[in-house]
């Protein structure tokens, strides 16, 4: 009987941490096993988190450097890829993910782009849409602040001033909110993916009997175009396109 009871009472406190585990506890857990090389327990952990909707720059960093050091480079680079939407500008998780790609096996010859392009990309990159976002806001708080301050210019001197830098506050709040803009219907509309398995043969159509196109493997970064059913449209930078299985890439 006394058996019973202590079987009882452990199964209650197993119970009880399993229905109120919080997401701190989780991640102490997932950390300490990856600190004591038990990777594939802290990948667990932190999928735990993620099946209840939890995301994290941290979350995200550490379970690609879980899946890196298991040798599976495209979950490492997905989840790479994953916290750098959340934040752009991360040096440790915009490391990880270059070694990461030391791995892969494809390369693929970029399309030249207009170096007008270039520029832009790399201020889409600079902030995330919630970092976009605040500075719109600042933005447009700086150029109230000027209309009032106008009004409260005891000089021509002063109004000049302010107006000449409410035109320079403006000018940057129309470019940012284009910005912004972009970025969103980027982060929602336009996808990418990692493909996840060691080779992936790319289809000319939403079909296994379809034509074999080309080869891409674990790792490779694509642009998903389209989707029937269980079959993704994928384009690559060079401009090649073609269909593979959706459960063979994981979406960014």
Same mark, same amino acid.
Request: charged letters at 20%; aromatic letters at 12%; glycine letters at 6%.
């Given at each position: 009987?006394?058996?019973?009871?202590?079987?009882?009472?452990?199964?209650?406190?197993?119970?009880?941490?399993?229905?109120?585990?919080?997401? %701190?506890?989780?991640?102490?857990?997932?950390? %300490?096993?990856?600190?004591?090389?038990?990777?594939?327990? /802290?990948?667990?952990?932190?999928?735990?988190?993620? %099946?209840?909707?939890?995301?994290?720059?941290?979350?995200? =960093?550490?379970?690609?450097?879980?899946?890196?050091?298991?040798?599976?480079?495209?979950?490492a680079i997905l989840y790479y890829e994953k916290a750098l939407e959340i934040s752009p500008g991360d040096e440790d998780v915009l490391h990880n993910l270059e070694l990461a790609k030391l791995n892969l096996k494809d390369r693929v010859d970029t399309l030249p782009p207009f170096f007008i392009f270039n520029i832009w990309e790399g201020l889409l990159a600079f902030f995330s849409v919630s970092g976009w976002t605040v500075l719109v806001y600042i933005l447009f708080v700086l150029l109230l602040a000027a209309i009032v301050l106008?009004?409260?210019?005891?000089?021509?001197?002063?109004?000049?001033?302010?107006?000449?830098? /409410?035109?320079?506050?403006?000018?940057?709040? *129309?470019?940012?909110? *284009?910005?912004?803009?972009? $970025?969103?219907?980027? %982060?929602?509309?336009? $996808? =990418?993916?990692?493909?996840?398995?060691?080779?992936?043969?790319? $289809?000319? /159509?939403?079909?296994?009997?379809?034509?074999?196109?080309?080869?891409?493997?674990?790792?490779?970064?694509?642009?998903?175009?389209? $989707?029937?059913?269980?079959?993704?449209?994928?384009?690559?930078?060079?401009?090649?396109?073609?269909?593979?299985?959706?459960?063979?890439?994981?979406?960014?």
């Open positions: 009987m006394k058996n019973i009871l202590i079987n009882i009472f452990i199964l209650t406190v197993i119970l009880c941490n399993v229905l109120f585990a919080n997401p %701190e506890s989780i991640m102490r857990t997932a950390n %300490e096993y990856y600190k004591n090389n038990r990777y594939q327990l /802290a990948i667990d952990e932190y999928n735990k988190l993620i %099946e209840d909707g939890y995301t994290g720059v941290s979350l995200f =960093y550490n379970l690609g450097n879980s899946y890196y050091r298991l040798g599976q480079i495209g979950y106008y009004f409260f210019s005891r000089s021509v001197g002063q109004q000049r001033t302010v107006v000449f830098s /409410a035109i320079g506050i403006f000018v940057v709040l *129309l470019i940012s909110v *284009l910005l912004l803009a972009v $970025k969103i219907n980027k %982060e929602f509309n336009v $996808k =990418y993916g990692i493909v996840l398995t060691k080779e992936l043969i790319v $289809k000319s /159509a939403p079909d296994q009997s379809s034509k074999d196109e080309f080869l891409i493997h674990e790792g490779l970064k694509i642009k998903v175009d389209d $989707k029937v059913d269980d079959w993704i449209k994928i384009r690559l930078d060079d401009g090649k396109i073609g269909w593979v299985n959706k459960f063979s890439v994981g979406i960014i």
